[in-house]
Structure formats: C-alpha cells, structure tokens
C-alpha cells in the first residue's frame, strides 16, 4: 500500500469515526430521553398518551362524566331571568381547570329563543352548579332549559392532601321577608390553611317537592385560612312557593387554592 493510499484511508477512518459519533450523539437523547408527560408517547407509568401514572393529566377513560342532574331558568323581574346548571362530578380526585359550556332556552312550545354561552371550573367530587345571571331574551318567556359542556374536558388529578384539608363550611343559613323583600344570610367559613380566592357562592331554593324555585349568587374576593365572613343574598321581588329547603355552594377553582 502506498503512502498516499494509507492517507486516503486514514482520511475515510477519521470521516467514519467522525459521523458514527455525531449520529450518536444526535440518536442517542431521541432513543434515551426520560419519560415526560409531554412527550406525546406512552411511555414510564402512563397508562394513556401523556396521561395516568404519575402524570397530573387523568385519562379519559379513567374519569367518569359529569351528570347534569337539572338546569332551570328563573324570573328575577319581568323580562330577566338567572339559569342555573345543577351538576355532579363523581370523580373525587380529579377537576378541571377551566371548561366551556351553553345553556340553550325554548319557550312553551319547546322553540328556541335563546342561548347563553360560558366558562367554568369543575371541582373535584360532589355536586356543584353553574349560574349564569342577567339574561333577556325579548318578549319571549322561556320554559325550558339545556345545558351542555361544548368541549372535550381535560381532567387533572388533584393533591390528596389538599382535598383532605380544605374543607369550607356553611352555617346560619336564615331566609326573612320572602313575601315582600327577600333576604337570604349565612356564615361562610374556610376551615383550613389555605388562601381560597375568587370564591362565587350560588344560594338555591326549593319547595316541599324538592323542587328549585329561585336561585341568586354572591362574591367573595377571597377567603383566608380559618377566615368566616357573613354572606348576603337578595331578590328584587317576592320569591314564588312556598320555600322549604336552602342550600348553599361555595364554588373556587381548587387549582388557584394555595397555602400562605
């Protein structure tokens, strides 16, 4: 062999070498990368694509749907009404951060006449419910209400520790003057550490059959831990029936919940 082959082919080795450790190093991290919950694969504990495991994000097939139990709309003054969606999530450690949805209205002769549209929370485990207040729809009286969810929900699983700990409470729960100016009161009380903020509380009213006659909400911009404040619901107009039963429904998107 001569020297000027040798050299040709000690050029070639060094190139093979060269582009076998380049590849290898481009490769190898696709090949070996750890498992994320980002990565678009099944991969590590996931029981789905990026989902289950140790991932944050349930499956879909892990979670069971929500059930809408009743959605009602309710005359405030003439021509003005507040909707109410009165939902149950039956997955205990799984909410979703924020969803869409629409309430559709019909009048007497099941036509349609109107439609609201909106974005929610769901909390993790029990019922809850939904209000949307303010609405017109013309001379027209609706009697019929639908709800729906317009999107597919994205279900996170949350913290055991902090479902166990954060408990809100509910007490001296007192309607007066329900035939002339009606006055809902209660105490609300955030019986744990953590700082709830943007808490919306929805009040309902039932009759002896166990049905909801009225309903009205009040804000909070936030509620510390062991905080209790007094809560005030009000209606322009004597409330219909014969009221029989109250409750009461703090609603707060547990994801912005955080210890202080």
């Known amino acids: 062999m001569t020297w000027a082959l040798k050299r040709q082919f000690f050029y070639v080795v060094v190139l093979i070498v060269f582009l076998g450790i380049l590849g290898f190093l481009i490769i ?55 909707a109410v969606a009165y939902l149950e999530n039956h997955n205990k450690d799984t909410a979703i951060y ?15 006449i109107g439609k609201r549209d909106g974005e929610t929370f769901v909390p993790a485990g029990g019922k809850f419910a939904i209000f949307e207040a303010g609405i017109g729809v013309g001379n027209s009286i609706p009697v019929y209400t639908t709800f729906e969810f317009t999107e597919t929900p994205v279900w996170t699983t949350v913290p055991e520790d902090k479902l166990n700990q954060l408990k809100v409470l509910v007490s001296d ?21 953590f700082t709830i903020p943007e808490v919306s509380v929805v009040a309902l009213l039932y009759d002896q059959k166990g049905n909801a006659i009225s309903a009205s909400r009040t804000y909070l911009d936030v509620l510390a831990g062991g905080e209790s404040k007094n809560i005030d619901f009000t209606w322009p107009e004597p409330i219909p029936g014969n009221v029989i039963a109250k409750e009461i429904i703090p609603m707060y998107n547990i994801f912005l919940v955080k210890l202080k």
């Open 28 to 82: 190898y991290p696709q090949v070996n990368k750890i498992p994320s919950c980002t990565d678009g694969v099944q991969n590590g504990n996931e029981v789905g694509i990026d989902c289950g495991g140790s991932c944050t994000k349930a499956c879909s097939f892990q979670v069971d749907q929500i059930s809408v139990l009743w959605a009602r709309i309710f005359e405030v003054i003439p021509g003005r009404y507040n």
């Open 98 to 112: 924020k969803i869409n949805y629409k309430f559709r209205f019909a009048d007497k002769d099941n036509i349609y």
């Open 173 to 193: 729960i007192k309607l007066e003057n329900q035939n002339t100016a009606p006055h809902l009161s209660a105490t609300i009380k955030n019986d744990s550490l």
